[in-house]
């Protein structure tokens, strides 16, 4: 009996606990689940009002009730701007429903508006209502699309009638009086400066950044109200696209030695951002490299060399001392020749500055300019192809790009073991040498001219076959030194195309020159028939001037040039052919119809010897003694 009655005790005080437990769990339940309620209908609630508006609001513009639509909008808009700033956050909702009212109101406007212009569309009753109730909604749509049509007016991209037709629509209704009735009274004004603004606009078009602002700068000066608020503002713009690559483009100006054009460019940007540090210190470097000019008048010395003898000891071997070895100059010696040059104080000058060729049926002069105290010297660089028959006097069988992106001359030498060596030298040809000469002595160029390299297309390009109609040519040409036949794929062909391209691209980037000399050099272009210099000229625009770029200049091979009324020399000319040259042991330039001749005289070491130069270079010092008897 006792032993029942404590146990019966201790179930009854367990069985109270649990009644509590159970009794409070259940409290919570409730309150838990009377939240969730009012949670779930104050969402619900919040829920359906979103959803509602939209479809709300666009019933009530289809249906016409746009006292009703503008209510809708305008409530929402109240919730948004009653809110304090911390609350902001809260009303993301209410902010995205305006601007999808928004854009429900300005799709119909524009789309209206558009109408009356493309159209010719007269508003009916229902379309006046629409644009006149909705008020500021429509207001700001119309105001915006009369602005764009007004700079469209501008630019000359619509027509004044057009634009007076939309006026006419638009500005008698009451809502958007107050915002077309200040444009329409800036069309006369607007009609005025539009030449001006469009000229501005074809010179951005171009690239021609600095004359746009100028052009912009001209009519914000003349103008006031919208004109000049679209002249500033486009000026504003303009500057912001123009800004880096210009100033990349002068920095590169001075890389690459073109101090005067870099002068002029940075004193026009120095007037457009005249508290800009960076363009104040470029402008002090060209100006320290840039001296007073003249226009000169006196004849002009082009001078032509060959490809360079980069390995002496082959070049002047038994048996070709004598000889071939004659038609080249070594490195050493064309390096003495600038230096005399320069010494006379010659300088580098761009042919095509003595030309303007905007119009392609005739040719302007124009004065050639050059520093005081020098005397202008063009240096072109004869058939720069490589071919194979020349590899036994120690010339270079190709150029190269070395890491710096500098081209380079590549040769094979013996080394003292006997064997092979491929040597990779910037001053194993002239266009190092000339490079680095300038580089030691800025003022040896005139604004970054360099020289001009001739290129045929027989047999190879920079040393490179670059067409399947130059590997029978290759061949003979290396059957000829006992060497192996090529036969490139088209993938490889392909593969050299693309490196000569970098090549070229390369050395206009320093400031050289490319001239045809016809694709298959021909050595008396003046004998040849009309049918075989367009042959030949289609070949070489077909499979040569693509890796060069466009080409000006042709220097005729053997200097037999084809007179420039004939009628050859016209179909030249009327593809684009206008300086060229053939040759004279003398300075000659003359200007014919639509195009400019020189004389180029030949430097190697036979003319040296041959032909008098002692008014610009001293032969005996020039010539490597090596050479023996030339």
């Known amino acids: 009996m006792i032993t029942f009655s404590k146990e019966y005790k201790v179930r009854d005080e367990g069985e109270k606990k649990a009644g509590k437990f159970y009794l409070a769990a259940a409290i919570i339940c409730a309150v838990a ?31 016409g009730n746009y006292e009703e639509a503008l209510s809708i909008y305008r409530s929402v808009q109240d919730e948004v701007l009653s809110a304090s700033p911390e609350d902001a956050g809260k009303f993301t909702t209410q902010t995205q429903m305006l601007a999808e009212m928004e854009a429900i109101v300005a799709e119909k406007t524009d789309t209206l508006c558009n109408r009356i212009l493309t159209e010719r569309y007269i508003p009916i009753q229902s379309d006046v209502e629409f644009l006149d109730s909705m008020e500021e909604l429509t207001s700001s749509v119309v105001y915006k699309w ?12 619509t027509e004044k009638p057009d634009v007076m037709f939309v006026f006419d629509q638009l500005e008698p209704i009451g809502n958007l009086a107050a915002t077309s009735g200040p444009l329409l009274r800036e069309l006369d004004n607007i009609e005025t400066a539009t030449g001006e603004v469009q000229t501005a606009e074809t010179a951005f078009a171009k690239g021609d950044y600095i004359s746009a602002v100028k052009g912009y700068q001209g009519v914000a000066e003349g103008y006031d109200g919208f004109v000049y608020d679209y002249s500033v503002a486009r000026i504003e713009e303009i500057k912001d696209i123009m800004y880096e690559p210009m100033i990349n483009e002068c920095e590169h100006m001075l890389e690459t030695f073109k101090f005067y054009s870099a002068e002029e460019l940075l004193s026009d940007l120095a007037v457009i951002f005249p508290d800009d540090e960076r363009i104040k210190s470029d402008l002090l470097t060209a100006t320290g490299n840039t001296t007073e000019t003249y226009e000169y008048y006196g004849q002009i010395e082009v001078l032509c060399v060959r490809s360079l003898i980069a390995d002496p000891e082959t070049a002047f071997a038994e048996g070709y001392a004598s000889n071939e070895s004659g038609l080249y100059l070594t490195c050493e010696e064309f390096e003495t020749m600038l230096e005399q040059l320069y010494a006379g104080g010659y300088c580098l000058v761009n042919p095509e500055n003595l030309i303007d060729m905007s119009d392609s049926t005739y040719l302007l002069e124009r004065n050639l300019k050059v520093p005081v105290g020098k005397k202008p010297l063009i240096i072109v660089v004869e058939n720069l192809t490589y071919s194979a028959t020349a590899y036994g006097y120690g010339t270079c069988r190709q150029l190269v790009l070395n890491d710096s992106g500098q081209v380079c001359g590549q040769y094979v030498t013996i080394n003292e073991n006997g064997d092979e060596e491929i040597v990779i030298s910037r001053t194993a040809e002239c266009i190092g040498i000339l490079d680095q000469f300038v580089e030691e002595n800025p003022d040896f160029t005139y604004d970054g001219a360099k020289g001009i390299i001739s290129v045929s297309g027989y047999e190879s390009v920079f040393g490179y076959v670059v067409s399947e109609d130059e590997i029978d040519d290759r061949n003979a040409a290396l059957a000829t030194q006992n060497m192996p036949s090529i036969e490139p794929t088209a993938d490889e062909i392909l593969a050299n195309q693309e490196t000569v391209t970098k090549i070229a691209d390369a050395l206009k980037d320093e400031g050289w020159q490319f001239a045809s000399c016809t694709y298959g050099y021909l050595p008396n272009a003046r004998s040849c028939t009309m049918e075989e210099i367009q042959a030949d000229t289609e070949k070489w625009l077909d499979q040569i001037g693509p890796l060069l770029g466009e080409v000006h200049m042709i220097v005729y091979p053997g200097g037999n040039y084809i007179y420039g ?35 180029r005289s030949i430097i190697s070491a036979n003319t040296l010897v041959t032909y008098d130069y002692s008014r610009i270079l001293d032969a005996e010092a020039i010539l490597d003694p090596a050479r023996g008897s030339t």
């Open 33 to 63: 689940v009377a939240a969730a309620f009012i949670v779930f209908a104050i969402v619900g609630r919040t829920n359906a009002y979103q959803n509602m508006t939209i479809p709300n609001f666009q019933a009530a513009l289809d249906s």
């Open 146 to 157: 009369l602005n764009e049509l007004c700079v469209s007016f501008l630019l000359g991209e």
């Open 565 to 599: 009324t004939d009628d050859e020399a016209v179909y030249l000319k009327n593809l684009g052919f206008r300086i060229f040259f053939g040759i004279g042991s003398k300075p000659y330039y003359t200007y014919g119809d639509n195009y400019l001749y020189f004389d």
